[in-house]
């Protein structure tokens, strides 16, 4: 009987190792799919007024306890998204326009995973803002107050 349990035990553990390795590699495929945007050259989109939208997708208590976020950006959780997609303003906007996604995530797991949903909805042109919200506060680009409410 002890012999089975450690087979069974062995045989879990190397699948779940194999299972979490497949879901890695999935993980890095998919982040390498989306592009990258720097800083600079979102400060350079936003101060010529160009057609940007960028897209706050921190977590609700990161959002939350912050007083500000990048000038024109609009928040929408990660979980929410798909959903928010056939209401305005996401609803309104063109599948061809330049979108940018940003949160404050060590990686950017979130940004990856928002511009991920808004490819697989038909959006063309998608970015992440590499450094997300910190990035953006450590070069001092644009930012405006946080809705209250």
Not at 24 to 43: F, G, H, I, P, R
Not at 94 to 100: A, G, L, T
Not at 123 to 141: H, I, P, Y
Request: with cysteine; glycine share 4%.
């Amino acid at each position: 009987m002890r012999k089975h349990s450690w087979t069974y035990l062995v045989v879990a553990l190397i699948t779940l190792s194999i299972s979490s390795t497949i879901s890695a590699n999935d993980e890095k495929q998919l982040s390498a799919a989306v592009k990258l945007m720097t800083v600079e050259e979102l400060k350079t989109k936003v101060s010529a007024n160009e057609p940007v939208v960028i897209l706050d997708v921190r977590n609700p208590e990161s959002y939350a306890s912050s007083d500000a976020k990048i000038k024109g950006a609009i928040h929408v959780s990660v979980r929410k998204l798909k959903y928010r997609l056939g209401f305005p303003p996401l609803k309104e906007v063109p599948k061809d326009r330049q979108v940018v996604t940003y949160c404050s995530c060590p990686s950017d797991e979130a940004s990856i995973k928002a511009a991920q949903l808004l490819m697989e909805s038909g959006f063309t042109n998608v970015r992440v803002l590499k450094g997300g919200w910190l990035e953006w506060q450590r070069a001092s680009g644009p930012i405006e107050a946080r809705p209250r409410g």
